[in-house]
Every structure is written in C-alpha cells, then in structure tokens.
C-alpha cells in the first residue's frame, strides 16, 4: 500500500480526530488539547504557528500526524508537539516516515534542531525507543515535571546542512 505525506486539510479533520481519540496513552485533557490545536491550525487562529502534516493511504485518509511549529525567540528551531499514528497503523514505519518528511521541510527552512518532549512513564517506553531509533539525544530530564514520578525528557535532533553530493559521471 502507498503511503502519501501532505498538509492536513479541513476534509481530514473527522479522521484525525477519530485517531486522536483511539489513542490508549493520551489522557481526555491530552486528546482535547490535540483536537484543539487541529482546531486552531484549520481555522488559521495562530496564524502558522501550529503546523500539519499528515501520513494517507491510497484513498487519502489520514493514518496519523505531525503537528509542529518553530519555537519562538529561538533562531532555527522547531518542536514537534504531537506525532500520533492510528493504533491499526503503529509500527508500520508511518512516524518515521512523517518525521523524515519533517526533517526534509525543516532543512529547506535553514532549521538547526528539532525537539521532541515525552514523559518518562512506562506507557511512552515505545515513543522514547522511537526518538532514539531517529537520531534524537534525550538532552535534558525535568523530574517530576508532569507530575510525581513523571518526568519531562528534552529529546533533541540535530538537522544537517551538509550539501548532497552527486556523481557526474
């Protein structure tokens, strides 16, 4: 099956929503604050400042997203604020297409880094495995930060500006 990465349109907005929901780690004020920012980047409230991508299937439905944006008063850096796969379509390399696409945009952008923020708990075992596995470094821990026991990782991914070579034999 052909896997298309594109901006998210208003058309999407019923399917990511439905993707948001069925996702078993997010909590109900984490999947309302997801579909809001969903709500914000479709109406263009901010104006840019949350940004969609998403993964579709040969019909063009949304299997999961990217949402992200440039972290303000900061000189080439971006935060990723959710990459959120339908649970039928997790572990099937989606994410790691998405944040590949992302990463592509972003150096046309001149960004330096990207940062991705997760919590320590147990459930999100599978979410830090999948920074690693792409070239994030956990920079930073805030203990406790989320809540007791739950802390924030800081996981950082540096872009690279080398020019690509080509063989002109």
């Not at 099956?1 to 984490?30: C, L, P, Y």
């Not at 590949?100 to 001149?110: A, C, M, T, V, Y």
């Not at 930073?140 to 690279?160: E, L």
């Amino acid at each position: 099956m052909e896997i298309k990465i594109r901006e998210v349109v208003a058309q999407d907005k019923e399917a990511i929503q439905s993707i948001i929901q069925r996702n078993e780690n997010f909590t109900d004020e984490e999947k309302f604050c997801a579909v809001e920012l969903l709500d914000i980047y479709l109406k263009d409230i901010a104006k840019g400042e949350y940004l969609f991508i998403c993964a579709a299937d040969e019909a063009e439905k949304p299997i999961g997203y990217i949402c992200y944006g440039k972290t303000p008063f900061a000189d080439g850096v971006y935060d990723i604020y959710w990459i959120v796969i339908d649970p039928l379509w997790q572990g099937k390399r989606v994410g790691k297409m998405l944040v590949k696409h992302l990463e592509n945009i972003l150096k046309r952008e001149g960004a330096r880094m990207i940062i991705a923020e997760t919590s320590s708990q147990p459930k999100y075992d599978k979410t830090r495995s999948f920074y690693e596995k792409g070239g994030f470094n956990e920079t930073s821990r805030i203990k406790d930060f989320y809540r007791v026991g739950d802390d924030k990782i800081v996981n950082v991914k540096k872009i690279d500006h080398k020019p690509q070579t080509t063989d002109s034999r």
